[in-house]
């Protein structure tokens, strides 16, 4: 079963995920589709979202995030939230956006015990960048150019909440985070 499809709590996952973005405050979020797209369009049709599909998903992760990407607004900055990982506690996204953007960095990253999460915060500049890259280059990873960049290009801010590193992968998992 897709990820996303999963049942927490009588609702599929993308629902909580969904209302949880909007509790913290997101006007415009953007789904990427690939496979099981129409499985999720029926979820989607009632929300107000932007869903961008991926023709290629099988080309990755990467691939869907530029998918992304370019269904915003030119200029526009970005939230990065992957559907797998639960949408974490206010003060993350707080102290993301209040410390971690300023006109000399690329990026702001949640840290819990040293180790980087998500949400990731991106700069314009950083997402006008993402988009030039080709799929097929070995750098082509999120993570690959954050570790590119300058150190003081990249904020990581150590947060409370451990969620930002989760990542459900299974049924179990999904179970055992109750949405």
């Given at each position: 079963m897709p990820k996303g499809l999963i049942e927490v709590d009588g609702r599929p996952w993308l629902e909580h995920q969904l209302d949880a973005l909007r509790?913290?405050?997101l006007r415009q979020v953007v789904v990427?589709?690939?496979?099981?797209?129409d499985a999720y369009r029926a979820v989607l049709d009632s929300r107000s979202v932007v869903c961008a599909v991926n023709p290629e998903p099988d080309r990755g992760p990467f691939s869907s995030l530029?998918?992304?990407?370019e269904a915003l607004p030119s200029g526009s900055g970005a939230w990065i939230l992957p559907l797998d990982v639960p949408c974490p506690a206010e003060e993350v996204w707080r102290e993301l956006e209040q410390h971690g953007m300023g006109p000399a960095v690329d990026a702001a990253v949640p840290t819990y015990q040293g180790h980087g999460g998500h949400p990731v915060l991106l700069s314009p500049e950083l997402v006008a960048r993402l988009l030039t890259l080709p799929v097929e280059h070995p750098d082509s990873r999120l993570d690959r150019q954050l570790h590119l960049l300058p150190r003081e290009r990249v904020v990581r801010i150590e947060v409370r909440d451990p969620r930002v590193l989760d990542n459900l992968n299974t049924a179990e998992d999904f179970r055992r985070h109750r949405g």
């Open positions: 509790h913290h405050g990427v589709l690939g496979h099981h797209a530029q998918v992304g990407l």
